[in-house]
C-alpha cells in the first residue's frame, strides 16, 4: 500500500454482518466517534467505501483515544466480535486495533473512485466564509446519527421549513405530538433529581413558564444538560424545536432538543415588545393549559391505613396509597449503600481493582455511590417494610448522599445517630407504591416508597382521627 493511497476494505462490512464471519481484519474509515456518557467505551460509525455500519463499540481505547475521535481516521480492526442487542440489530464490538492513518492527514472521505471525494468537497465548502464557527472535523453524515449522542453537528440544505406554532391551540393536540414553540419565559424553577425506577437513573429537570401572545401558560420542561446549564431569565424569548406534547394534570411540553434563548427572528422582538406593554392585571387574566406550581388547588389528600390498603393488593397489579406512619425500624447501617455503575446505576461488583457491573458487561475504575434505605412504617392496624431509594434518602435526612457516604466512613456512631434523630418514631405521610409479585411460586407483596407527602393541617389530621374511630367502631 502507497503512502498516497489508502484502499478500503471494499463492502467487507456486509461481508462480516451477513456472515457474522469474525475471522477478518478489514481496514475501515471512521466517520465520527464520540465517547459513550460515563464510560470509557467510544461509539464509531465505520466505512468500507461503500457501507456505513454505526453500531460499532471501541471497548479498549486508552492507546488511540485521540486518533478514534478523529473523523476520517483509517484502522485496521485487528479483534472485534458480534453482539445482537434486543431489537436484533448486531455492534460491532472492537477488541483490538491499529491506526493506519490519522484523519488530520487524510481530512477527507475514502471512495473507489476519488474523483467522487472531491464533488463531495466542492459540494460542502467547509472553508467558505461563514457568520458560524464550524470545526470541519466535527461534521457527521446524516444517516450516522443515532440518539445514543445528544449533539451533532452536520452539513446539509434545508429542504423545508415549518413555522413556529402557538401553543394555544395545544388542547386539540394528541399527546406525543411534536411542535415548534416560541414564547416569552414567565418563570423559571429550580432544578429537580427524580429518580427512574424502570431503569435505575436520576434524571436532572427544571419546569419554565412560558406563554405567548394568546396569553396562554403552559410548562415547558427541560432535562440533563440543558436544565442544569440553563441561565434564561423570565421575559427573555425561548425557542424549542421539537417539543413533546404530554399530558400530566393538563397539556405540557417536554423538550427533548436544545432550546435557543433570544434567537434573532422576526417574532422575538414582536413578543418581547408585547409583554414588556402587559399590566399586572393582564398578568393575572392569563389562562392556563395545566396546573402551575404557584396555583393552589382545593384538593385534599386521601389517606387510608397499612392495614387497610395491604388488604386489596391485588395480583400483579401497582396500587398508591397514601398513608400516616412512623418508622419504628431501619436496616443495618453496613447495608445502606452500594459501589454503582456509572452507566446504568445498577450495583457493581468488586474485581481486584476494577469493578464489574454484569448488565452493562463493562469493567470500570470509578463507581458512583447510591443508597437505599428498608424501614418498616406501623400505624395503628399494622405494620409493612418498604424500600426507600436514594433521592428520597436525601429529603428523608436533609443530607446529599455525599454527604452520608462521608460521615459512614468518617464515624459510623454519627451516622446512626443521625438515622436516629430524623427517622426514628417520627411520623411522615408517605406515597407508598405496592405490587404483588408471584415469587418462587408464591406471592409476595412489595412496598416503594413512591414520595414524601407535605405535613397536613389540623383539619387533615381532625379527618384522619374520625375516619379511625368510624373504622374501629365497624370492626371492633
Known amino acids: 500500500m502507497s503512502d498516497n493511497k489508502i484502499d478500503l476494505s471494499w463492502d467487507i462490512l456486509s461481508i462480516i454482518l451477513?456472515?457474522?464471519d469474525e475471522s477478518l481484519q478489514p481496514i475501515l474509515q471512521i466517520l465520527c466517534g464520540r465517547q459513550m456518557a460515563n464510560s470509557q467505551k467510544i461509539r464509531l460509525a465505520l466505512y468500507d467505501g461503500h457501507t456505513i455500519w454505526k453500531h460499532c463499540i471501541v471497548i479498549n481505547d486508552d492507546e488511540f483515544c485521540n486518533e478514534l475521535l478523529t473523523p476520517f481516521t483509517v484502522i485496521r480492526i485487528n479483534k472485534?466480535?458480534?453482539v445482537a442487542k434486543d431489537d436484533d440489530v448486531l455492534v460491532l464490538l472492537i477488541e483490538d486495533l491499529s491506526i493506519i492513518k490519522n484523519g488530520d492527514i487524510v481530512n477527507q472521505k475514502l471512495t473507489k473512485?476519488?474523483?467522487e471525494s472531491?464533488?463531495?468537497?466542492?459540494t460542502f465548502d467547509l472553508n467558505k466564509p461563514s457568520n458560524v464557527s464550524i470545526d470541519p472535523q466535527m461534521i457527521c453524515p446524516i444517516n450516522v446519527i443515532t440518539p445514543f449522542y445528544r449533539t451533532w453537528t452536520i452539513c446539509a440544505w434545508v429542504m423545508s421549513k415549518s413555522s413556529f406554532r402557538s401553543y394555544s391551540t395545544d388542547p386539540s393536540l394528541d399527546r406525543h405530538s411534536?411542535?415548534?414553540?416560541?414564547g416569552v419565559i414567565h418563570s423559571v424553577n429550580k432544578t429537580t433529581t427524580t429518580f427512574l425506577q424502570q431503569n435505575q437513573?436520576?434524571?436532572?429537570?427544571?419546569?419554565?413558564?412560558?406563554?405567548d401572545d394568546t396569553k396562554t401558560k403552559t410548562i415547558l420542561t427541560l432535562s440533563h444538560e440543558e436544565a442544569e446549564n440553563f441561565h434564561g431569565k423570565p421575559g427573555q424569548i425561548i425557542v424549542v424545536k421539537g417539543?413533546?406534547?404530554?399530558?400530566c394534570q393538563g397539556k405540557k411540553l417536554v423538550a427533548f432538543g436544545p432550546s435557543m434563548i433570544e434567537p434573532e427572528l422576526p417574532e422575538t422582538e414582536l413578543l418581547k415588545k408585547w409583554y414588556q406593554a402587559l399590566s399586572e392585571?393582564?398578568?393575572q387574566q392569563f389562562s392556563s393549559l395545566c396546573r402551575l406550581p404557584d396555583q393552589k388547588t382545593d384538593e385534599t389528600i386521601q389517606f387510608t391505613f397499612i392495614g387497610n390498603f395491604v388488604q386489596k393488593i391485588e395480583p400483579e397489579s401497582l396500587q398508591y396509597s397514601n398513608v400516616r406512619c412512623k418508622i419504628i425500624r431501619i436496616n443495618r447501617a453496613e447495608n445502606h449503600f452500594y459501589k454503582s455503575c456509572p452507566c446504568c446505576s445498577k450495583k457493581l461488583s468488586d474485581d481486584s481493582e476494577q469493578y464489574y457491573c454484569i448488565h452493562c458487561d463493562f469493567k470500570f475504575n470509578k463507581f458512583n455511590w447510591r443508597m437505599m434505605l428498608n424501614i418498616e412504617i406501623a400505624d395503628w392496624s399494622g405494620s409493612i417494610w418498604l424500600v426507600a431509594f436514594y433521592d428520597l434518602c436525601e429529603i428523608l435526612l436533609q443530607k446529599s448522599i455525599e454527604e452520608l457516604v462521608k460521615l459512614y466512613q468518617d464515624n459510623i456512631r454519627c451516622y446512626r445517630k443521625l438515622l436516629i434523630q430524623k427517622l426514628l418514631y417520627h411520623t411522615f405521610n408517605f406515597r407508598i407504591k405496592s405490587r404483588r409479585e408471584l415469587y418462587e411460586g408464591e406471592y409476595r407483596i412489595r412496598h416503594i416508597l413512591e414520595s414524601v407527602l407535605p405535613d397536613d393541617d389540623d383539619k387533615s389530621i381532625h379527618e384522619t382521627y374520625i375516619k379511625s374511630i368510624k373504622f374501629l367502631n365497624e370492626n371492633v
Open 18 to 20: 451477513q456472515n457474522r
Open 281 to 283: 392585571q393582564d398578568h
Open 118 to 122: 472531491m464533488e463531495i468537497e466542492k
Open 80 to 82: 472485534y466480535r458480534l
Open 113 to 115: 473512485d476519488l474523483e
Open 178 to 182: 411534536v411542535i415548534d414553540v416560541i
Open 243 to 247: 417539543a413533546v406534547v404530554i399530558e
Open 201 to 211: 437513573k436520576v434524571v436532572i429537570k427544571r419546569d419554565l413558564v412560558i406563554v
